[in-house]
């Protein structure tokens, strides 16, 4: 076989359906948030907003966190030193686990290298260990909860997104003693709109199913303390797992579950992603740890800010005649409906306006359905707002994009 070939033909396809990836290269300027420098395609750099970014708040680089990092890096030096079992928990971790099973009024929390390895490793582990388990699977769930279900090597049904009733009649028309384990999320995160927390931990009760709730667009953004949607609905007892991300508002990196001790302990001491790798570098966890305890007392202003310049911005979206998705939550949804146009959108935002919104293309979201996503933050003022909404008129204007929304 020419295999040289084969990957060239690969990569063509790949091309050829307006799907290659371009990473931009960019360089985040701490203390100038939400500002970056660009470098193009000849390695120059320029000053451009970015208006993409899952750093939600901006904590990545707020000073309490930056402090925390710094200090921890100087106190404990850069790595781990190994896996958790080999000297590698350190007490920031001890702490940062504590710290997040208070949040969540679980009896115990389990920090992993990242949000997708936390979905990995304890969707996989619980159901595995469940005899015969029955997964049911929305489907909009992220791929990370997907990999973790494909590990698990069980039986899986998917049910139309947040369609309560198809998700009752897989239910029932499984046997009623079989185990079975619920996987969803609390804002989904593509088109923006959340999960029915309740009235899926409702059916869960009625058919004695478990629950595992991915918050990852949630914590620190939502709730009182940051907590998620389940705590700002009242509802954060009833999901038997919740899991969550260090990495997007709280503005570090690694991921997490919070449950019952028991299930903690079992996927701790199972779940082969979280045994074999280094655990996240001190620096890391302690500024989460500072994030988190940041967002939990004193993150209300931030989150109300948060949430108004999202509906802000969707309202002008809105008036001035431009695609928007609508939802309820922080995210703001273009729809562009062709990749190749959705690539040229945000390739003349970037070269030509200094504006940064990545592409969403398949596989992430459904062909056809391809769309700019910004994600506007409380540090995105009126003045960087004035200046997006004409760059988008014009891009929208030079390539003739869509200016109503066609069917979601
Ligand atoms: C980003 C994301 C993850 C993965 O989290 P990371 O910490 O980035 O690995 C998990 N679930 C959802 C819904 C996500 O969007």
Redesign the pocket.
Known sequence: MDYDRFFKDAVAKIRDEGRYRVFADLARECGRFPHAQYFDAHGQPRSVTIWCSNDYLGMGQHPVVVKAATEALEGYGTGAGGTRNISGTTHLHVLLERELAALHQRESALVMT???VA?EAAISTIAKLLPGCLILSDEKN?A?MIHGIRDSRCEKVIFRHNDLDHLEQLLKSADSGRPKLIAF?SVY?MDGDFGLIEEICDLADAHQALTYL?E??AVGMYGPNGAGVAEQRGVMHRPTVIQG?L??AYGCMG?YIAAKADIVDAIRSIASSFIFTTSLAPAVVGGALASVTHLRDEGQMVRERHQERASTLKHRLKAAGLPVMDNPSHIVPVWVGDPVLCKQASDRLLERHGIYIQPINYPTVPKGTERLRITPTPLHHDGLMDQLMQSLHEVWQELGLETRKAAA
């Open positions: 990242s949000g997708y979905n992220h990370s999320e995160s991915d990852v667009h991300t990495a997007k991921g």
